[in-house]
């Protein structure tokens, strides 16, 4: 099947400072990408939605200025989490999505703020 | 519009004995429905997924559900529980005919008992 990665797997940063996250189609080309945060025993939130060399598309309640992504080709996707803040502090999962729109979801990245 | 309710937050059975793990949804196009395991500080794994196809789907590790339309049902089954079925596990809806962005399930957490 569809392999989807995600890095770093663990980050801890100081508050204020910025996050990158990568995630990357290993052998798709995703023509869809999705970022979705997780809270402890919940389930997924969808963020933001993005297509390969658009603006993503974010969902209610996101902010586009807070969480910065980038789908800069078809195999690369990346959420930016600046300034962050304790709160911030979650699981975020993307997901990729080829011409079929089956999504093949990364590992996860847990990032700490402190 | 969709929707998808996860009857329970927790189900509890003992090891050897089967699971029924239950899922509602609600679609305004056709649906495809999936089911995804995802264990600790993991990302999500595909269990399987029925799309219009033969209406009892078999997945991965001993899983299965059937799609049942007259009761908008899809609920997963597995005849005995393994301790490393212990996990979170998610329904999750996509309208085939509309939007391809998903809709999750609030999960239901399953503890298998020695």
């Known amino acids: 099947g569809a392999v989807v990665s995600q890095h770093p797997s663990r980050v801890i940063c100081k508050s204020g400072t910025s996050v990158k996250i990568e995630c990357r189609s290993l052998d798709f080309q995703a023509t869809t990408m999705f970022w979705y945060r997780q809270f402890p025993k919940q389930s997924l939130m969808l963020m933001a939605t993005?297509?390969?060399?658009?603006?993503?598309?974010?969902e209610q309640g996101v902010e586009k200025d807070k969480f910065l992504i980038n789908h800069a080709s078809l195999t690369l996707s990346t959420l930016t989490v600046t300034s962050a803040h304790p709160e911030d502090s979650s699981f975020y999962i993307c997901?990729?999505?080829?011409?079929?729109?089956?999504?093949?979801f990364g590992p996860g990245t847990r990032l700490t703020v402190t | 519009a969709q929707s998808v309710t996860q009857l329970d937050s927790h189900v509890s059975v003992s090891e050897g004995t089967p699971v029924l793990l239950r899922c509602n949804y609600s679609?305004?196009?056709?649906?495809?429905l999936f089911w995804y395991v995802q264990h600790p500080n993991k990302g999500l794994q595909l269990l399987l997924k029925?799309?219009?196809?033969?209406?009892l789907v078999k997945g991965i590790n001993g899983f299965e559900a059937e799609f049942k339309k007259s009761e908008t049902s899809f609920h997963l089954t597995k005849p005995s529980a393994h301790m490393s079925d212990a996990a979170e596990y998610f329904c999750v809806v996509r309208a085939s005919g509309g939007s391809y962005i998903p809709t999750f399930g609030r999960g239901t957490s399953l503890i298998v008992h020695p």
């Open positions: 679609s305004s196009y056709s649906p495809s």
């Open positions: 997901s990729a999505a080829g011409e079929s729109y089956e999504q093949y």
């Open positions: 029925y799309t219009s196809a033969a209406t």
């Open positions: 993005s297509n390969e060399g658009s603006k993503a598309t974010y």
